[in-house]
């Protein structure tokens, strides 16, 4: 099978890119990635001479290029998980987030329709369905209740994506997962920021009362549930997939401290999220009992390694530690706490 990764230099794209290189060694696989800050081609390094894996460096909203890139590799599949995918700089700039996230869809759905693709995985999130209480969990009916202006654009371009499927006759499927963790995530999402700061004794900013509570997932585990649903899914379906690891993000933060021998004091409360979702926990019954699909990694056992991963690996994030990165965030910082009630 010919298959485009979109994204496939970022976090989970590269997880799942190495994924089906070993689960698929047969499948030709074409990244396509713009390399935003997010990207980073060091991730593919392994598979560099692999004359089975193409990489291209292009944006998603350029039509041309991507009917160009389909049609010369004879794309079967797409799993399309490129993004611009962090909450706050949503909320710093969403205009980007529509351009990329909801027309850049569009642009693959379009040569979808037009050259025939077999099938096409949106790789959404949780997000889409907002905020539970205390208890519940998102089923694949939930409402869809997007509370930032990332998770409204992956609310929408899930929306166009069905109706692609719908009106189109295209073969279509939509994942939505929850939180990821492992190698390869950018410092700016909570795990890595964390584990980067506390190496460095800086101090780890917890949102509000830090008592949001995220529902955590290996990233290998999301990966294989893509694979899962990329090739017996069923069309016109959407997969709820997540881990069943609920943390609320104060436990989360004192765990990875423990983890890395550092002191709590390392903790300030800082100005909340605008918007901020309380609490996010996935019913995975669907693919579970169509795919048969289970998570195979612990989230203790899964975090220890991951933290071993950033450890034994500063080359891969000091670049974002020091220059133009470690300024936005040092700003960041400083307005969360100025702005902090405590
Ligand atoms: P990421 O930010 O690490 O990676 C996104 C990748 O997309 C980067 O390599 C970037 O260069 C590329 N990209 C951005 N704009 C592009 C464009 N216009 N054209 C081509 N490439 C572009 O994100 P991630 O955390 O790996 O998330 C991947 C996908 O999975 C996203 O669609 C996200 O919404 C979804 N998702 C993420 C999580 C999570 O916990 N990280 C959970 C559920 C779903
Ligand atoms: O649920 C899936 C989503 O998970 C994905 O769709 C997104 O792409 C991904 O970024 C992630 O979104 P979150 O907003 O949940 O992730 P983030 O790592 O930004 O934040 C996790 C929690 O930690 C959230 O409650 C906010 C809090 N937080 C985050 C940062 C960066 C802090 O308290 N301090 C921080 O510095």
Not at 54 to 83: D, K, S
Not at 92 to 108: A, S
Not at 214 to 219: E, F, I, N, P, T
């Amino acid at each position: 099978m010919n298959v485009l990764i979109t994204g496939g230099c970022g976090f989970i794209g590269s997880n799942l890119v190495h994924h089906l290189r070993a689960r698929r060694p047969d499948w030709t696989l074409v990244t396509l990635d713009k390399l935003t800050y997010a990207g980073n081609l060091e991730n593919l390094a392994a598979l560099e001479g692999d004359p089975k894996h193409i990489f291209v460096r292009g944006n998603i909203c350029n039509r041309e290029l991507i009917e160009h890139v389909v049609g010369l590799y004879r794309i079967e599949g797409i799993l399309h998980l490129a993004a611009e995918s962090h909450v706050d700089r949503s909320i710093l700039g969403p205009e980007v987030f529509v351009q990329t996230n909801v027309l850049g869809t569009q642009v693959l759905l379009e040569v979808c329709k037009a050259i025939g693709v077999r099938r096409f995985v949106m790789v959404s999130t949780d997000e889409v369905y907002g905020s539970l209480g205390p208890t519940g969990a998102f089923t694949e009916s939930s409402p869809l209740q997007p509370s930032s202006p990332y998770s409204a654009s992956k609310a929408a371009a899930d929306l166009v994506t069905l109706a692609y499927g719908r009106t189109f006759g295209l073969d279509v499927v939509v994942t939505r997962c929850s939180n990821n963790y492992g190698r390869y995530q950018f410092p700016e999402k909570l795990i890595p920021l964390m584990i980067v700061n506390a190496l460095h004794d800086k101090p780890l900013p917890v949102y509000g009362d830090g008592g949001n509570v995220r529902d955590w997932l290996h990233v290998e585990d999301h990966c294989e549930a893509l694979l899962g649903v990329l090739e017996r899914g069923r069309s016109g379906e959407v997969y709820n997939i997540g881990g069943g690891a609920e943390r609320k993000n104060l436990e989360l933060v004192r765990g990875l401290l423990k983890l890395l021998g550092k002191s709590e004091e390392l903790i300030r409360f800082v100005a909340d999220r605008p918007g901020h979702d309380r609490r996010y926990a996935i019913d995975p019954s669907k693919i579970r009992k169509e795919l048969g699909w289970k998570p195979a990694h612990t989230f203790e056992q899964g975090l220890a390694e991951t933290v071993r991963w950033y450890v034994d690996h500063p080359t891969w994030w000091e670049h974002v530690n020091s220059g133009a990165y470690r300024e936005y965030f040092d700003s960041q910082y400083r307005a969360r706490l100025g702005a902090s009630p405590g």
